[in-house]
């Protein structure tokens, strides 16, 4: 069981030099490429992101406008913080490349760690966009509601059309097998 816990350590290692490999160009975000437009969406990530573009057709009052700001201050505060997050993660993976041994426990925990951080963080983002969202009016709830329904919309579409490359791509393997 131990051995088990610690080649998924290993494997999480990997996945996150890997990750953290990234050129800087991206400014800090993980580009994927199976979501070409995620990573320039404003707000925090699921439900609220993007709702930065539809801002101004919401006309908020100033009472919204400043929960509007507070869960845009979370967002960058909560950002910043996961940036400087990896480049702990980086520094921390630099130094045990050095060491003969690696000390598997000491990055499991640190990831723990910055993982929980990660969460807290979260957590108090979507609390604020949260509470943007129960301060709109009916009216306002239906224009958030829709836009939020069409970026799904898009999502299960592109999610559908990749499904079905892979879907070919496997079969053309196959034939040329």
């Known amino acids: 069981m131990r051995l088990i816990h610690t080649l998924i350590t290993v494997s999480l290692l990997g996945l996150v030099t890997a990750a953290h490999a990234e050129p800087a160009s991206h400014e800090g975000r993980m580009h994927r490429p199976m979501h070409h437009g995620m990573h320039a969406m404003k707000g925090d990530a699921g439900p609220f992101a993007g709702l930065s573009r539809i801002k101004g057709e919401l006309k908020l ?60 963080a979260h ?11 129960e301060s709109l009016t009916l009216e306002q709830k239906r224009t958030v509601s829709a836009h939020i329904k069409n970026k799904m919309a898009r999502m299960e579409a592109l999610r559908t059309k990749f499904k079905e490359r892979a879907e070919q791509r496997q079969k053309h393997q196959r034939t040329q097998s």
């Open 61 to 120: 009052s100033a009472a919204q406008d400043a929960k509007w700001a507070e869960a845009e201050a979370a967002t960058k505060a909560a950002r910043e913080s996961l940036k400087q997050q990896r480049e702990q993660m980086r520094s921390l993976m630099a130094a045990e490349k050095q060491q003969e041994i690696l000390d598997l426990a000491k990055l499991d925990r640190e990831m723990d760690a910055m993982r929980d951080q990660a969460r807290a």
């Open 123 to 133: 957590d108090v983002v979507r609390g604020k966009w949260l509470a943007a969202y």
